[in-house]
């Protein structure tokens, strides 16, 4: 975790200033209107792995992916299932005001294996 920490601090570090680090975020937000039929005003919740915010205040969303496989061997429907997932995070942050504009959405896989 320190060399991801390390690689993070890199990537997000702007003129000298690090970013904040925050794992398991909460979000919540409304549901598209007319998302659940029957029950308006629903809202939306989730948990940001970890959210990186530089010193521009823009937010970056980590998502820990669990599989007894290479990254590389991945389905298809694991992709999808993710970009489906972050993209509701980032349209929660662009509700709470954020600039997610320039937002980076990354995978930090884990391989589970010998499990």
Known sequence: MAQLKAMLIKQHTINGV???????????GD?????????PGAKLMGIIDLLVV????????????????EPSKWVQAKEDAFQSQTGAY??????????????????????????
Do not use: C
């Open 54 to 69: 530089d010193a521009n205040g823009v937010p970056h969303i980590y998502d820990y992916k669990t599989s007894d496989k």
């Open 31 to 39: 549901l598209i209107e007319g998302a659940m039929p029957g029950k």
């Open 18 to 28: 690090e970013p904040q680090f925050f794992p398991e975020f909460v979000i919540t």
């Open 90 to 115: 980032r349209e929660m942050l662009r509700a709470w005001k954020f600039d997610v504009d320039n937002t980076r959405i990354g995978i930090i896989p884990l391989l589970m294996d010998n499990f």
